[in-house]
């Protein structure tokens, strides 16, 4: 597939079927993470991939309260979402956050080495490693996306990101900017009816 074909089909996947992405498909969309640009050079970079089906789900069962739809809209009301495709987006994804990270094919923890404190930043440039590691990630759904694997970003809550980083022993320098959940698509896998922007109306020209 062209780029830029790859790029429009890119779109976020909740549901997949039970079908494992061959290794060498795995290491292409890596490496095309690692061809992100990266704010010092150093791409400083890691993944972990939580393969074994038992040892993720005893690890989610740590992290993750499953939602329902009452919960969910619950929710959704509580942020004043008036939007009819937000609040369909957030009503079919709220009660999937736990299924999407337990069935993907591969889910993959990102890291990042962050120098400075993530969350007290002074600066723009201070979150210059957090900005590399999301071109990293956008990469790798791009090259999912040109293959016909899909999946989702989750950004772990607050708890479950100091738990992630305990449980499985991440260096205390690294940070993880989300779970990224992989795999083929289920046959009736939703997706969200995507916001459409017309160009001309963001375009300013010389000015805003
Ligand atoms: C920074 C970021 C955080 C997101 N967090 C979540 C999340 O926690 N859970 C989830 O199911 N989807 C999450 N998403 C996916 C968005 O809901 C999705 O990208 C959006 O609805 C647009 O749909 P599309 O990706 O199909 O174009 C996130 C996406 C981004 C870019």
Not at 88 to 114: E, G, H, S, T, V
Request: proline letters at 6%.
């Amino acid at each position: 597939m062209e780029t830029i074909k790859a790029i429009h089909a890119r779109k976020t996947i909740r549901d997949f079927q039970d079908q494992v992405i061959p290794v060498d498909i795995l290491e292409t969309l890596l490496q095309a993470g690692l061809k992100a640009p990266s704010n010092n050079h150093m791409r400083e970079w890691e993944f972990i991939l939580l393969q074994d089906r038992q040892k993720r789900i005893a690890l989610l069962d740590q992290l993750l309260h499953p939602v329902g739809e009452k919960g969910a809209l619950d929710i959704i009301d509580r942020w004043g979402l008036k939007d009819e495709d937000q609040r369909a987006m957030y009503l079919d994804a709220i009660p999937k956050q736990y299924a999407m990270l337990a069935q993907a094919a591969c889910l993959i923890l990102p890291c990042f080495n962050q120098p400075s404190p993530l969350l007290s930043p002074k600066t723009l440039s201070d979150l210059n490693a957090f900005a590399s590691i999301w071109m990293c990630i956008e990469n790798i759904l791009i090259a999912a996306a040109d293959v016909g694997v899909f999946g989702v970003v989750r950004i772990p809550m607050e708890d479950e990101r100091e738990k992630l980083k305990e449980l499985l022993n991440i260096p205390a320098a690294y940070e993880i900017p989300c779970f990224l959940a992989l795999g083929y698509p289920a046959d009736d896998a939703r997706s969200a009816k995507q916001v459409q922007i017309n160009l001309q109306e963001k375009m300013h020209l010389d000015q805003w």
